[in-house]
C-alpha cells in the first residue's frame, strides 16, 4: 500500500493560486500513476486530473483545463496540483489518489490508495 498526504490547501482569493502536494510513502510510488479528485460540500467527488508514472502525460477535466497542472518530481516521491485562477467552485476537499498502473486508468475505479485530503478555500 502507498500512503500518500495531500498538503497545501488553505484559504485564498478568487483569482488567487495554490499549489497542493502528495507526498508518498510506502511501497513504490514512481511507477504509479496519480489522480486528483475533490469533493465539495454535497456533492459527490470528482475527478480533476491525473498524470502516468514518470509525468510525460497528464490529463485535466474540462473544468479545471487551462488554469490546472499536474506535475511530479518521482525523487521527491511527490507529485503537485498547481491550481490558478481560483474560483469559488473550486473550494472542497481535495485528494489525491494512487493507481497501480503506470498508465493513467480509463476508469476513476482504479485508485486505490488515497490521501486523507486538504481543504480549499476560495473567497470571493
Known amino acids: 500500500q502507498v500512503h500518500l498526504v495531500e498538503s497545501g490547501g488553505g484559504l485564498v482569493q478568487a483569482g488567487g493560486s495554490l499549489r497542493l502536494s502528495c507526498a508518498a510513502s510506502g511501497r513504490t510510488f514512481g511507477d504509479k500513476a496519480v489522480g486528483w479528485f475533490r469533493q465539495a460540500p454535497g456533492r459527490e467527488r470528482g475527478f480533476v486530473g491525473a498524470?502516468?508514472?514518470?509525468?510525460?502525460?497528464?490529463w485535466i477535466s474540462d473544468s479545471v483545463e487551462g488554469r490546472f497542472t499536474i506535475s511530479r518530481d518521482n525523487a521527491k516521491n511527490t507529485v503537485f496540483l498547481q491550481m490558478n485562477s481560483l474560483t469559488p467552485e473550486d473550494a472542497g476537499v481535495y485528494y489525491c489518489?494512487?493507481?497501480?498502473?503506470?498508465?493513467?486508468?480509463?476508469?476513476?475505479?482504479?485508485?486505490?490508495?488515497w490521501g486523507q485530503g486538504t481543504q480549499v478555500t476560495v473567497s470571493s
Open positions: 489518489a494512487c493507481a497501480p498502473v503506470s498508465y493513467i486508468p480509463a476508469s476513476t475505479d482504479d485508485y486505490v490508495d
Open positions: 498524470i502516468n508514472w514518470n509525468g510525460a502525460r497528464t
